[in-house]
């Protein structure tokens, strides 16, 4: 095989056809857990994704107030933990709403649902 140094840095490039491993395709995310970081300094509104089971709420990051309430699309979720998982259908708006906890971040710790399972509440 030839080699080449057209970048004028003293550096050899293996000249020929470069294969990226064999990885092809979509990366499938189904069943694998997932964080939703919600920082409340912002001020945005943001949506939760759907056909998810919660399965915790992290408050650790939270610099001002205590979360009491919250709700994706009116599904309470903050006593969610792994044993017993709150589901969030795909009807749901995914809208997030807290109540108490004024700066700081929220991480809503998820499971994806398989493939051709629909989660339900």
Known sequence: MAYENNAG??????YGARTSGGT?????????DGE???DLGTGLA???PTNVEV???DETFLTAGN????TIGEVEVIAATEAAPVGIIPANTGILAQTGGTSGTIVI???MA???RVVVA
Do not use: C, M, Q, S
């Open 46 to 48: 943001f949506t939760f």
């Open 109 to 111: 710790k998820y499971k």
């Open 9 to 14: 840095l003293g550096v050899n490039n293996h």
């Open 36 to 38: 939703f970081v919600w």
């Open 55 to 57: 399965t915790g709420v």
């Open 67 to 70: 979360v009491t309430a919250l």
């Open 24 to 32: 092809r395709g979509v990366n499938k995310t189904e069943g694998r």
């Open 114 to 116: 398989p493939a051709g």
